[in-house]
């Protein structure tokens, strides 16, 4: 029987969906410290050859740790409608972690707008709408996000509330725990650029 290793809230026991995965930089941490990880599901909506064009240094890298670790990778998987994706449909997850979601840029208006603020609204309830039917009994959603304006006026908490999920914990982020994970703009004017995370955390809902 293979050893059970553990990196903070996951182990290499569960099984484990990613989504929302940038240059794979968070799958490619957790499939190192793993070493061996069939039941890690890493997946992104930009296509492979999208990828390869938006991280030509770190994907391949990224790629290839997720490769010898045994990981399953998908791309072209949209979490506003994943749970009728073939490849998941039918599937079932102990952890459905979203790093930092983001519904993109709307030209001229501020990340304060309400109009943006909506925007990432829609896309995580339609979110939370999925995974909680993607969930085994006694499973979690994990959504790491900024716990200071103008993310706080996102609703997080309540938008998964109304998708039948319940807060459980909220524990600050700790990247050093993650070794090589590197948080990436995935648009907009910086893209491809890090951005402060010092104040971020993870929430983690289960099914109420």
Known sequence: MAEVRVVSHYNSDQHILLVGEGDFSFAASLAAEFKNAPRLVAT???????????????????????????????????????????????????????????????????????????????LLSAFFNNASKLLRPGGEVHVTHHVRFPYTK??????????RLQLEACPLFKRDLHDGYVNRRGAGAHWGRTFPIHNAATFIFCNA
Request: no cysteine; charged share 30%.
């Open 44 to 122: 992104s909506l930009d296509s492979l050859e999208t990828l390869q064009q938006k991280y030509p240094v770190i994907f391949p890298k990224s790629l290839k740790q997720m490769k010898e670790a045994g990981v399953q990778i998908m791309h072209g998987v949209d979490i506003r409608t994943m749970v009728d994706d073939d490849r998941l449909s039918r599937r079932r997850f102990d952890r459905i972690v979203y790093n930092f979601p983001h519904a993109g840029f709307l030209e001229k208006h501020a990340e304060t707008s309400n109009a943006v603020i909506k925007r990432h609204r829609r």
């Open 154 to 163: 996102w609703n997080i908490e309540n938008l998964a509330k109304s998708n």
